[in-house]
T-cell receptor, first 114, second 116 residues
């Protein structure tokens, strides 16, 4: 079975703090893809980052960075120097290689206070 | 470049009625998928269409059906509405062959359906 777990339901930080959103996934596939999406109050899911299962290189893109570890089936996402505009619900998602569907976690609500 | 647009934005229906939701995919995208997002939950995959044919379906009953048109726009139809069908329905499009790679999905803002 495939599953994505985001254990953190809600996180509240003060502006400029760093924050890490946790994601743990389950899959038996050897090839799969992982994503992070952001959902602001408008409802639209906005793509943030993606990672292939065969590429464990961690990267930084602006204030965003992610840590992909196959050994622990984790795909954590970090926002550096958080801003009020980062307040939203963040979803981690998994896609197997032989299907187009995304399996989403329950989401983590991030509140950044000024 | 026009993004994914959905209509209507909000809809109120009564239990037992039927509803049709519409989606215009992003220009150049030939794959469209639909997701149901209940309050406080992550989106759940309903089905996907590639070049007018359904090529993937989630755990939803047959009363959830869809269409994709030659211009790649799409409809989601739900018959015999139940109270639990109340949710945000999201449409997403992608440019590839049914999203079988690491390509990202482009989502619309959704249709908020309330069933009373």
């Amino acid at each position: 079975a495939q599953k994505v777990t985001q254990a953190q339901t809600e996180i509240s930080v003060v502006e400029k703090e760093d924050v890490t959103l946790d994601c743990v996934y389950e899959t038996r596939d050897t090839t799969y893809y992982l994503f992070w999406y952001k959902q602001p109050p408008s409802g639209e899911l906005v793509f943030l980052i993606r990672r292939n299962s065969f590429d464990e290189q961690n990267e930084i893109s602006g204030r965003y960075s992610w840590n992909f570890q196959k050994s622990t089936s984790s795909f954590n996402f970090t926002i550096t120097a958080s801003q009020v505009v980062d307040s939203a619900v963040y979803f981690c998602a998994l896609r197997a290689s032989n299907t187009g569907k995304l399996i989403f976690g329950q989401g983590t609500t991030l509140q950044v206070k000024p | 470049e026009t993004g994914v647009t959905q209509s209507p934005t909000h809809l109120i229906k009564t239990r037992g009625q039927q509803v049709t939701l519409r989606c215009s995919s992003q220009s150049g995208h030939n794959t469209v998928s639909w997701y149901q997002q209940a309050l406080g939950q992550g989106p759940q995959f309903i089905f996907q269409y590639y070049r007018e044919e359904e090529n993937g379906r989630g755990n939803f009953p047959p009363r959830f059906s869809g269409l994709q048109f030659p211009n790649y726009s799409s409809e989601l139809n739900v018959n015999a509405l139940e109270l639990d069908d109340s949710a945000l329905y999201l449409c997403a499009s992608s440019p590839g062959q049914g999203g079988l790679t690491n390509e990202k999905l482009f989502f619309g803002s959704g249709t908020q359906l309330s069933v009373l």
